[in-house]
């Protein structure tokens, strides 16, 4: 009677640990299974001496990424002011901490709806060619808007991260 005992306790003990088991490896599951997480990108400005900057709703925008179209790519808007007695022709370059994301993150910057630059992160970090004329004193609305296309290479943007520093080169004009 007592080995009887004996060996249904033996079984429920084991029944009971399988059980433990299983729910322990359900419940330490990964939200997201075995994929790799997407790239946590930040768009930030840099100050600078000849605008005023009147940042947006958000001073700092990070988001993670990962290929999509470019409308729900990150976005980061500001109002610049002319703080100078003279006009302006404004331009931009980025500053990164990483170049990791060179070749992967797509930037498009506007002012005031007409586009100065488009092209990869890399491009962005030796400065735009275009720029755009800021009057003494005037404003104009900035967009920063940074995405990854769907044809971007497969791995190269996957758990990357990267700050992305917006500067402003302003230079006087006639």
């Not at 720029?131 to 044809?151: D, E, G």
């Not at 917006?166 to 006639?174: G, K, S, V, Y």
């Amino acid at each position: 009677m007592l080995a009887a005992t004996r060996i249904r306790t033996d079984w429920l003990a084991l029944l009971v640990g399988i059980a433990l088991a299983a729910c322990a490896a359900v419940g330490w599951r990964i939200d997201g299974g075995v994929e790799v997480p997407a790239a946590e990108v930040t768009i930030l400005t840099a100050p600078s001496q000849d605008l005023a900057v009147v940042e947006g709703s958000d001073v700092i925008v990070t988001r993670a990424l990962r290929p999509t179209t470019s409308e729900e790519g990150l976005e980061r808007r500001l109002t610049v002011r002319n703080a100078t007695g003279a006009a302006l022709a404004v331009g931009f370059r980025a500053e990164t901490t990483t170049t990791d994301l060179d070749g992967a993150l797509r930037v498009r910057v506007l002012a005031d709806e007409h586009s100065v630059f488009e092209g990869t992160l890399a491009e962005l970090r030796t400065g735009t060619s275009e720029s755009f004329q800021l009057p003494s004193h005037a404003t104009a609305s900035i967009s920063v808007r940074a995405w990854i296309p769907v044809t971007a290479a497969e791995r190269a943007w996957k758990a990357r991260g990267d700050q992305v520093r917006i500067e402003f080169l302003t230079t006087p004009t006639p």
